[in-house]
């Protein structure tokens, strides 16, 4: 007996098969995939192990400890980071969920001496405007003060990689709809500020676990991105990341996170 996917029916032991479909279970009126969807588009079982209750505390335990130690870092060395370690990053940025599965985001990694020179100029052309002519307003800078940030972005030369995570507004496909005729028709993407937002998520969480550092670095406005990168007009940028090790002997403002019972709300 098999699913409408053409798997074997021991792979879905929550439901019942007569044929080539498949009728609810008992703790689900409507299963999904319903059997229509399943014969019309292709669907394969869920890779997953569940794991024992001790394992799953001791994993959970293992990454809050890794991820506590993750700070935002502004001084960079210029020790050389692998290609390999930010594809690496960027392909576990992509196992993002995104809205209908657009994965509507795309990473630009940046190594080249001329073009760090040229974003660090713009970067910081736009925060001296920030900073010293009053767009960024006083209760900003006053939340500011403490991380003693201003208009100065050296590290964006200096670090070894500059990673911009642009977002696609829309999609651009090929137009086969006339012979003989090239043309592309723009499709919308959906959730694209919260897809990407879930991928930045990932994509630090990855440079972290691999002994990383990064800092969110998000200039604004950040227009001069994609004429420096020569990105298309349905991009646009989401966040700078600079990526490399730290500065020997870096230190970062002694901030504490809010503790669990200010960030969770548990209704039982």
Known sequence: MKHPTGEPAALFPNLVFHGEVSKPSSLYRHPYPSPELAAEHPFVPLDF?????????ERGRRLLELMQRRRS??????DPVPAELIDLAIETASTAPSGAHKQPWRFV????????ARIRAAAEEEERINYLQNRMNAEWQEALAPLGTDWHKEFLEIAPWLVVLFEQRYELVADTSAEGVEGEIRRKN?????????????????????????????PSP???LP?????????RPFVLFPV???LEETLVPDLARKPLDEVRILIE
Do not use: W
């Open 190 to 218: 959906y959730y694209v500020k919260e897809s990407c937002g879930i991928a930045a998520g990932l994509f630090i969480t990855a440079l972290h676990t691999m002994g990383l550092v990064t800092l969110t670095h998000t």
């Open 227 to 235: 004429k420096v990168l020569d990105r298309p007009a349905n991009e």
């Open 73 to 78: 870092v502004r001084m960079f060395s210029p």
């Open 109 to 116: 990694a940046v190594a080249s001496a001329e073009l760090k």
């Open 222 to 224: 950040m227009a001069f």
């Open 49 to 57: 192990t569940r794991l024992d209750p001790d394992e799953q505390r």
């Open 244 to 246: 490399g090790y730290p």
